[in-house]
């Protein structure tokens, strides 16, 4: 079966997106494991990391329950708008082919599908990704609203760990889930550019990244890391010969 050129570009398209896609995580990933101080999520990290510690310390328990409850609407938010988006687009993706534009056709590229009906799954697959990272940090954030009022003797007693390190690694898990269902969303973008154009979806895409890069993922060194990082490489730099 012969393929018609706007079929050849989409899929080109869609590779390159994948592949790009793959190679900029893999880049960050690398990155943070050598320079750790360019992260943004490394340094929020710590900051989380003290935060819970200086609530424990002070006993702030209150205050903390109503920060985390913030968070807890922030999240049913979120995971209330993705199931919405989730209905509509299942509406044209999964609704009855004759009366919905989604099942023009069914003799192409895309395994029996359209094209246009695979960006619609492509995008209900990432808003339904989406929504089950913003569920699972709900799910952790009632957990750690109950935690943090617990003793800190009882919870070194019960998880055998300190009481510090658990609610932090926990607050951070809550943050992982949340990043992950924010990028979901993010990716959307291009995906809903698609439809016009794979031009324009490439371009969206690169969009995407630069924010990633210029917003999002990396921060500057403060000039104690950037003294920390160069002492540490001169250290096992070699000397001359």
């Given at each position: ?10 899929g ?12 900029y ?18 340094r929020?990290?710590?900051h ?16 903390a ?8 609407m ?20 999964i ?21 246009v ?15 089950m ?47 992950y ?6 990716y ?5 550019a ?48």
């Amino acid at each position: 079966m012969a393929l018609s050129l706007p079929e050849v570009i989409d899929g080109i398209a869609f590779v390159l997106f994948l592949a790009l896609s793959l190679g900029y995580h893999v880049f960050y990933i690398v990155l943070v494991r050598r320079n750790p101080s360019w992260s943004a999520r490394v340094r929020m990290a710590r900051h989380r990391l003290d935060w819970i510690e200086a609530v424990v310390k002070r006993g702030e328990r209150i205050m903390a329950v109503q920060a985390l409850r913030n968070l807890i609407m922030t999240n049913t938010f979120l995971a209330s708008t993705m199931l919405l988006v989730i209905a509509f687009l299942a509406q044209f993706v999964i609704g009855p082919s004759q009366t919905t534009a989604f099942h023009r056709g069914t003799d192409s590229l895309w395994y029996g599908g359209t094209p246009v009906e695979v960006k619609g799954v492509l995008l209900l697959l990432l808003y339904t990704l989406a929504f089950m990272m913003f569920l699972t940090s709900l799910r952790t954030l009632n957990h750690l609203s109950l935690l943090v009022g617990n003793e800190p003797d009882q919870l070194r007693a019960t998880e055998e760990r300190d009481p510090i390190l658990f609610l932090g690694r926990k607050l951070n898990h809550v943050e992982l889930m949340t990043t992950y269902g924010r990028r979901s969303v993010y990716y959307s973008l291009p995906v809903f550019a698609w439809f016009y154009s794979p031009w324009l979806f490439m371009v969206v895409a690169i969009g995407v990244w630069v924010f990633f890069i210029l917003i999002t993922d990396f921060v500057r060194p403060s000039s104690r890391e950037a003294a920390t990082a160069s002492a540490g490489s001169s250290s096992v730099a070699p000397g001359p010969k």
